[in-house]
């Protein structure tokens, strides 16, 4: 059994029907789980950790952090195996590439996957138009004719309804993932829905550019500027004793570009030959030369001056989706030195250019973005042969053109290892599905409606009844969960790949544990059942499943192609799903509420399996 699946099972990843109906309450026929589902409930939770300080390194097994270099599968830059056909065999693998490259499979999507190809389906997707999230936002408030009259949760809402109708399905998988890198959080009150929307547009607006140009327009957003605090951020006063905010220096580098140690371009961990300890990719000294750059930035407008940087009231009624800009008066003077480099220039704009441009150019990039987005979308453990490659096509996409994001997406996509990982990988191929990816699978598979045409889903932060997580909601900086973690204590911890005896990584473990478990299965039997959202304005549409309910065999199939393709439901989970389907007998008149029962049912056994927990 694959090891994430032991690990999961011992989180309680598989509990029964009794607590399925028990929790829920009546509306689905009462039968059991499938014994594949069974749960091993003695094994310690996996609850989330709190967050560490801002800057603070990873201890422990929080993060397995470097644990020293692998040794590459194979040349830097080339594939292990054969290049993947472009073209898919069967719906299966169709729907397997779909499910990492959007909010969950549908039947159209597959259709055009088996017509196009891969790589023809990429392409298309670069061209596919997109709707902005202050469009949405912008829409809705149009139909009140009440300018200004926005809802707290219309960002969360614009995001459910872009996920779930978008035809810009892979721009909106990878925006997503960026959300999970760059965190904003209206978490932080600061942080209104316009702002947070505006934020969102700028990943989903550069997700298929080119990361330098992300890189600048996420510095210079407000939210951001609100959330590491350097909106407003002064030069040193030495009468007075301050110093500029380190804050978004040290995260820019942490989190969003370098991270904390030296990389090999497979993404293994450099060592010290002196001591064999991991050698660090920046110091105190680096983060305060670094924070004199992002001085003198405020909000954006038609002026400089002093009223419009303390005070975002003033001037344009744009200001909290304007870039910010810079104000010369507050930015630092004189050299600012880290990472080795020197920026002599006195200007606020000049500054922060150079700055990125040494970031962006730093040969850790690569890798550690590379290996980011593999993880949000494809495997929790990439061997280093598949961070490498991805890293080769940051470094250049063909073209010799450094950062194009559709190189990296295509090098993540369409990789051997995507579809096949390495023996030494196999057994922790994958990665979890989060509670938010979880729901997007059941709502597209189900082709959910929504009566408003708002999709008014709107705080899911609940784990005993709902999701445990939201969407622009993250508890930290560092997002809801570690791109390191390893659930302690479990069959992970003791897992150990390749030469180097390195520890396999689960991050989405970290947010469960035995009430989000429940809260899960709670949550899809009420969709299930009833819909989802406020008054239940989310609704599947169940039509084309009810017309196969009259064959068990065909419906739990149809299910199993859209929720969990390519051979993830062992034949035995699926046979008995079927058989608990069958145990629903259809009258010879009338029998239109059975077959929506059997839909019902087919689909709650489905999503509250381990196997469906899990995506490869």
């Known amino acids: 059994m694959n090891t994430f699946l032991k690990t999961g099972s011992r989180l309680g990843l598989g509990l029964g029907a009794a607590l399925v109906l028990a929790a829920c309450g009546a509306g689905l026929p009462t039968t059991s789980l499938p014994a594949g589902a069974a749960p091993a409930p003695s094994a310690p939770s996996a609850a989330a950790a ?100 926005i809802g707290s949760t219309w960002m969360q809402n614009s995001f459910w309804r872009n996920a779930l109708t978008g035809e810009d399905v892979l721009r909106q998988r990878v925006s997503f993932a960026l959300s999970q890198i760059f965190v904003v959080s209206q978490m932080n009150s600061a942080i209104d829905v316009r702002m947070a929307a505006g ?98 930035f405020s909000w954006g407008g038609p002026d400089t001056s002093s009223a419009r940087f303390v005070n975002n009231r003033v001037g344009s009624s744009e200001r909290d989706i304007l870039p910010m800009q810079g104000y010369p008066q507050y930015h630092e003077d004189g050299p600012k030195s880290f990472l080795g480099r020197t920026i002599n220039t006195s200007t606020p704009n000049d500054s922060l250019k150079q700055a990125l441009d040494i970031l962006f150019n730093h040969e850790n990039v690569g890798p550690f973005i590379g290996r980011l987005l593999i993880q949000r979308m494809v495997t929790s453990n990439p061997s280093p042969g598949y961070v490498g490659r991805v890293a080769a096509a940051f470094a250049n996409n063909g073209q ?37 990816l979880r729901m997007t699978a059941l709502l597209r598979a189900l082709g959910a409606t929504s009566t408003s045409k708002d999709f008014r889903i709107d705080i899911t932060d609940n784990p005993a009844n709902s999701l445990g997580q939201s969407p622009m909601r993250a508890p930290s900086v560092f997002n809801f969960y570690r791109p390191g973690y390893v659930p302690p204590n479990s069959e992970l911890s003791r897992t150990r790949l390749g030469a180097a005896d390195r520890v396999p990584v689960a991050p989405e473990l970290q947010i469960t544990n035995e009430v989000s478990v ?99």
């Open 50 to 149: 709190p967050p560490a300080a801002a800057g603070a390194p990873d201890a422990g097994t929080a993060d397995a952090g470097p644990l020293g270099p692998l040794g590459t599968l194979g040349p830097l830059g080339s594939p292990t195996s054969t290049v993947p056909r472009d073209l898919p065999t069967n719906a299966a693998e169709a729907s397997r590439f779909v499910t990492k490259s959007t909010f969950g499979s549908t039947q159209a999507d597959i259709d055009r996957v088996m017509q196009l190809g891969y790589s023809g389906w990429i392409d298309e997707q670069f061209t596919t138009p997109s709707r902005t999230h202050l469009a949405n936002i912008a829409e809705r408030s149009a139909t009140l004719g009440e300018t200004g009259q």
């Open 518 to 616: 429940a809260g899960w299965l709670i949550a899809a039997k009420a969709v299930i059942d009833n819909g989802i959202g406020s008054g239940t304005d989310v609704k599947p549409a169940f039509t084309p499943l009810v017309a196969l309910a009259h064959n068990p065999s065909a419906l739990v199939d149809r299910l199993i192609l859209l929720l969990a393709p390519a051979n993830q439901i062992p034949q035995s989970l699926r046979n008995e799903i079927v058989a608990e389907v069958s145990a629903i007998t259809l009258p010879t008149t009338g029998d239109a509420a059975a077959r929506l029962n059997r839909v019902k049912l087919a689909t709650l056994l489905l999503v509250v399996s381990p196997e469906f927990m899990l995506q490869r």
């Open 199 to 296: 934020y969102y547009d700028i990943l989903g607006r550069n997700a298929f550019g080119n990361f330098r140009t992300l890189l600048e327009e996420v510095s210079l957003s407000p939210a951001m500027g609100i959330y590491l605090s350097h909106l407003g951020n002064r030069k040193t006063d030495l009468l007075t004793g301050r110093l500029p905010d380190e804050n978004y220096a040290r995260e820019i580098m942490q989190l969003f570009t370098i991270g904390l140690y030296q990389l090999n371009q497979d993404g293994t961990v450099k060592v010290d030959p002196s001591d064999g300890q991991p050698i660090e990719t920046y110091g105190v000294a680096d983060i305060q030369g670094l924070a004199k750059v992002f001085t003198g």
């Open 400 to 436: 010799g053109v450094r950062g194009d994001m559709k190189a990296v997406i295509r090098a993540v996509l369409l990789d051997p290892e995507a579809a096949n990982p390495p023996a030494a990988w196999a057994s922790v191929n994958g990665r979890i599905r989060e509670p938010v």
